[in-house]
């Protein structure tokens, strides 16, 4: 299982333990997988605005890379632009988030933060 794969099972964890994300959470998470605190923070409120979408999940990745997606094309991105954005944010391949997209099998849309 890739870095990013367990990092996203650890957050989806929390977020289905009602466990919440304090600072001594956070630095062990972004310790143990080199990500910046904002960048978990981000995923961990994806996850917990779609708390009850969670067991629907088929592929946890896929469904953050494609609400990432959504959100940036959103704020005026490109599809391009924001794959590439995305890409960027997980330490991985255009392609490979393009093709985790692709392979997706979710059954609700992710709902936004406000």
Do not use: W
Not at 58 to 69: L, N, Q, T
């Amino acid at each position: 299982m890739n870095d990013i794969k367990l990092l996203l099972e650890e957050i989806k964890l929390l977020v289905e333990r009602n466990i919440a994300l304090n600072h001594f959470v956070l630095d062990q998470l972004s310790d143990r997988f080199n990500k910046n605190s904002y960048f978990i923070e981000r995923i961990y409120q994806i996850l917990l605005r779609n708390r009850a979408l969670l067991p629907f999940f088929y592929d946890i990745e896929a469904a953050i890379y494609e609400y990432i997606v959504h959100e940036e094309m959103e704020n005026a991105r490109t599809y391009y632009g924001a794959i590439k954005y995305v890409a960027e944010q997980f330490d991985t391949t255009q392609t490979y988030i393009k093709s985790k997209i692709k392979q997706s099998k979710i059954v609700f849309p992710l709902q936004k933060i406000s």
